[in-house]
Structures are given as structure tokens and as C-alpha cells.
């Protein structure tokens, strides 16, 4: 693609036109890029599909193993004969090049470890680093965007700093609409378009039930391949949907434990008889 082109879709991967299109059109205008949105809706994998479909490198920096401030600019190791040297992260290899860098999961990390890249993201895209004992410099076609994980079930997970999220312009991504999920679910696995479509209908449905906090937890679209897998490699509907939907909740309080309310609502979709 040319540089500042926006792709009108991302193969593989839904996301609404729009959202599409308002992303481009920030990051290519100087905008940094948060994305949010529920476990499982594709936020992570976002950004890696885009820039290959962009054809543009990407990082991706896994918030989480952030442990300390200095983690983002490298490490000191030993080596035999050189004594102890300073190796710079592949995350300030990258700032210097054309590229999208994806901060995944930035509230992973504490917000204390978040200071080294204010710099980097503000207007001035530069930071001084003291190992390299020089400024780097972000290059003028250096993306950003980042994902936070959202969501009643997430532990581990911390507020961020205002300052911080300023710097950034907020999307949310969303769960697919049921045709959406279909065709997806059908590019990746051989699976005939009954079953697809009904696998499609309960992970809606467990996801407003999950909006409507009659669940504690959701996972996107994860239970959904992992059902339509089974069943490309010749398991029944009642297999796939028991390990890939209703397993995943708890059975404690017996019927009116999380997974009854789990396997009513899948009945609702497949009828009573394919579950018993
Ligand atoms: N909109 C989408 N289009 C295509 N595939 C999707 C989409 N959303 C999710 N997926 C698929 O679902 C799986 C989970 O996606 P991903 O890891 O990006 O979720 P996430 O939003 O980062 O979740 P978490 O909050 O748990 O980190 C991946 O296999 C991804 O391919
Ligand atoms: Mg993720």
C-alpha cells in the first residue's frame, strides 16, 4: 500500500467499515490508537493483520513482561569476553524504522513503568536513552496502537494514567454480527453453514447475556473456533459445544450454577435434544 492509503478491509478479519476507516485516518494523521473492547473481539490480533495486509513491519510489545521502567529500552547481559553489555529491546530497534509498534495490553503493566514511552508518544516522539547514551528518535512513519484488556473477569490488570490515555484516541472493537461470525468461522474450518450458523447464534447470545451481567465472563470469539475445530475434525455438535462453551463456566450452585444458565441458553438456539 501507499503510505496514508487507507485498505477498505483487512482480509480475514472483520471489523466495521467505519472503524476501519476512522482508525487509518488517525493513525495516519499523527494519532496514537487504543483499542478496547471485550476478551476475544480481536483486539490483539488487530493490529498484526492489518500491517501485514499494509505490508508494513510490526512489533508487538507484551505489556505484561514490562517489570521494570528500563524493560522497554533493553537489557544488560553478560557475554564472554565483552563483559557486561547493553542490548536494546527489538521495541527501540523499531521506533527508528517505518512500522506499527502494538503495545498489547498496556494496562498490564504498572503505570510507573509506563513513564520511559510519555516522551515517545507525546509530540516531541523522542526519548533520551541512557544506556544507548543517546536520544532516539521515532521515525515519522512509526504507528502506535495499543489494546487494553477490559472486563468484569480480568485480574492483573491496572488503571491507567490519565496522562497516558490522553495520548491516545479510544476505539472500541466489537463482537462481529452472527453473519460476520459465520463466514469467519467458515474460512478457517470446513464446517457446513447450519452448524456454523449456530455456533455463531450462542456466542451472541452468551455475549449480551454477558452485557446484561447475567454472566461473569466472556470470551469473544475464542469458544466459537475452538468449537468449529472439533467439529472439522469429526466431533459431534453436542462435543464441540460441551468443551468449547459450556465447560468454560462454572457448574458450583447446581441449577443455578453460571453453566446451567449457560446450557439453557444454547438449548434455546440448538434445541433441548442436542445437549442430552
Ligand atoms: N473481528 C475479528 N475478525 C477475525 N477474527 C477475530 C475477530 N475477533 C476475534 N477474532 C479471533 O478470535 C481470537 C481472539 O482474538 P484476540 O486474541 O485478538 O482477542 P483480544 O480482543 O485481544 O482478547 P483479550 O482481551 O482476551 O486479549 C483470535 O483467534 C482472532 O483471530
Ligand atoms: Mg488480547
Known amino acids: 500500500m501507499n503510505w496514508g492509503e487507507n485498505l477498505l478491509d483487512v482480509p480475514g478479519f472483520y471489523i466495521e467499515e467505519q472503524t476501519l476507516r476512522v482508525i487509518q485516518d488517525y493513525m495516519f494523521s499523527g494519532f496514537h490508537i487504543l483499542l478496547s473492547g471485550n476478551p476475544g473481539c480481536g483486539k490483539t490480533e488487530f493490529g498484526q493483520v492489518w500491517a501485514k495486509a499494509y505490508g508494513l513491519p510490526y512489533h508487538k510489545v507484551n505489556s505484561g513482561a514490562i517489570r521494570s521502567p528500563r524493560d522497554w529500552f533493553g537489557r544488560w547481559e553478560f557475554r564472554e569476553g565483552k563483559g557486561t553489555i547493553f542490548v536494546p529491546s527489538k521495541f527501540i530497534e523499531m521506533i527508528e524504522q517505518p512500522g506499527l509498534i502494538i503495545i498489547d495490553e498496556i494496562n498490564r503493566t504498572t503505570p510507573d513503568n509506563h513513564n520511559p514511552i510519555m516522551n515517545i508518544l507525546d509530540g516531541n516522539r523522542e526519548v533520551y536513552v541512557e544506556e544507548l547514551n543517546r536520544m ?17 473477569q480480568h485480574t492483573g490488570t491496572f488503571h491507567l494514567d490519565h ?71 469429526g466431533n459431534t455438535l453436542k462435543t464441540a459445544l460441551t468443551y468449547s462453551f459450556v465447560n468454560r463456566y462454572s457448574h458450583e450452585g447446581g441449577t443455578d450454577s453460571e453453566q446451567t444458565s449457560v446450557i439453557q441458553a444454547i438449548q434455546g438456539v440448538v434445541g433441548y435434544r442436542v445437549l442430552t
Not at 137 to 144: A, G, M, N
Not at 186 to 212: C, G, S, W
Request: net charge positive.
Open 136 to 152: 532516539v528518535h521515532v521515525h515519522e512513519k512509526t504507528l502506535f496502537l495499543a489494546t487494553r484488556n477490559i472486563g468484569r
Open 163 to 233: 496522562a497516558l490515555e490522553d495520548r491516545f484516541q479510544e476505539i472500541r472493537l466489537l463482537l462481529p454480527p452472527e453473519s460476520a461470525i459465520i463466514d469467519l468461522l467458515q474460512k478457517r474450518y470446513p464446517i457446513n453453514t447450519e452448524d456454523a450458523r449456530q455456533i455463531a447464534a450462542i456466542t451472541r447470545k452468551l455475549n449480551d447475556m454477558y452485557e446484561e451481567e447475567l454472566l461473569s465472563k466472556t470470551m469473544g470469539l475464542r469458544p466459537a473456533l475452538a468449537a468449529a475445530a472439533l467439529l472439522a475434525r
